[in-house]
């Protein structure tokens, strides 16, 4: 490792500043494009030391957590939090304009809609037994130690509040020495959270578990690795109008606003399908929206969320037919044939796409399509697929969910010109 005076040029795809030597690129975190630094330097990768000459895009991070200036800091959360607002804007939308100019497509992007702090009702913890108690934070980027944390910028009130109760019961819980996992989730009417951890539990750590639980007034729910372990209330959340109570650790997205956003551009954009296919549909995030003009089916391979969505169906007033179906759609994607009886489809697939689905859906006579991701570059993909197959894109709308990350959702609108 040797110290070295670096210009930054330029960001990368993950938020790191990027200096070109003779030697190549280095990656230096908490840098910006303009910034003047010393940095120790192995290899490819730098840790930033001082900064000589500041960029003018750098403002004051408002975490306490960020950066690489003590052991409280840097905890792997969040890359660019001392980046100004504009140019972190111009940066996310990149990324998405990026990714699709790399499969040749020339589509119009919109404006990043924006993400305000203190939004995120979904977050996951690490934690680790301790002698005093067990440590409760976020991983260290490129790293397993966990950093913690006494507050945090980008969760939802609540849960920052909550976190001297999440910890108690994150030493409640330590009874390896194992790192773990705590999924929070901000619903109504307390949290929600979902531990996963690599150690078992004996009938007297339950029963310890669950009294701790019963003292700590902001949760509602504890499971241990997918067990419900105390109910105090069921957990809700409200997709449109419909009230919907997930599955432990079921997947939600990040933020309300956002997917209020997403929503309603995917129900604008299919309200004239009379049937529709909501395709890696979850507890109900868009078919139950969807559910209020259209007849939706939905398909899902976790069943404790289609069972919640089923659920929540058959309660809810004044929705159109909802059905359901198991389905692992990576392994078994429905079928031209299948899709034929629909007129309008979304589909909102994990981070590694849906290539093997999308090849059926691009050869489908369904008219108008709705893709989400949370990851541009598979999306591009699946966009390049679909368009090879006829589809136009109408509208690619980047959505900042993940607030001061590398990450970012988006929603790409296509339609099948008729013929």
């Not at 990714?99 to 404006?111: D, K, N, Q, Y």
């Not at 619903?187 to 339950?206: M, N, Y």
Request: aromatic residues 6%; hydrophobic residues 45%.
């Amino acid at each position: 490792m040797s110290a070295q005076k670096l210009d930054i040029t330029r960001l990368g795809g993950q938020g790191d500043g990027i200096a070109e030597t003779p030697q190549g690129q280095i990656f230096v975190p908490f840098t910006l494009p303009g910034d003047v630094i010393n940095a120790a330097v192995e290899k490819s990768r730098a840790t930033l030391m001082s900064v000589l000459t500041p960029s003018p895009d750098r403002v004051t991070p408002p975490c306490p957590h960020f950066g690489p200036d003590h052991e409280n800091a840097g905890c792997g959360g969040c890359a660019v939090q001392h980046m100004a607002d504009a140019p972190y804007r111009a940066w996310k939308r990149d990324l998405v304009v990026a990714a699709l100019e790399g499969r040749g497509i020339m589509a119009e992007v919109s404006p990043l809609v924006p993400c305000a702090p203190h939004s995120r009702r979904r977050v996951v913890f690490a934690a680790r037994r301790t002698e005093k108690g067990a440590i409760l934070g976020f991983y260290r980027a490129m790293s397993h130690q966990i950093v913690a944390i006494e507050t945090c910028v980008i969760a939802a009130p609540r849960i920052t509040q909550a976190l001297p109760s999440i910890r108690r019961l994150a030493t409640a819980v330590a009874v390896g020495k194992e790192p773990f996992h705590l999924s929070v989730l901000d619903a109504s009417p307390g949290l929600d959270i979902a531990v996963d951890a690599p150690f078992k539990l004996s009938e007297p750590d339950r029963l310890r578990i669950i009294t701790a639980v019963r003292s700590e007034q902001p949760v509602a729910r504890l499971s241990f690795n997918g067990e419900i372990l105390i109910e105090k209330q069921p957990p809700q959340l409200t997709f449109g109008s419909v009230l919907v109570s997930p599955p432990p650790g079921g997947f939600v997205q990040a933020t309300a606003e956002a997917e209020e956003i997403m929503g309603e551009l995917v129900s604008e954009h299919l309200k004239k399908s009379k049937r529709i296919v909501d395709l890696f549909s979850g507890s109900g995030t868009f078919a139950l929206r969807l559910a209020s003009h259209s007849h939706v089916h939905a398909v899902e391979a976790d069943a404790p969320s289609l069972a919640a969505l089923d659920k929540a169906a058959r309660r809810a007033q004044g929705l159109k037919p909802v059905s359901v179906e198991k389905r692992d759609l990576f392994r078994r994607p429905m079928m031209v044939a299948e899709l034929k009886a629909y007129q309008g489809l979304v589909f909102d697939p994990p981070r590694a796409g849906a290539e093997v689905q999308v090849a059926d859906i691009a050869r489908s006579p369904i008219p108008r399509l709705a893709a989400v991701s949370c990851n541009p570059v598979t999306l591009a993909r699946d966009l390049e697929m679909l368009i090879a197959g006829g589809y136009r894109v109408m509208s690619v709308t980047p959505i900042d969910q993940f607030l001061w990350t590398s990450h970012v959702e988006v929603v790409a609108l296509l339609e099948r010109p008729k013929r």
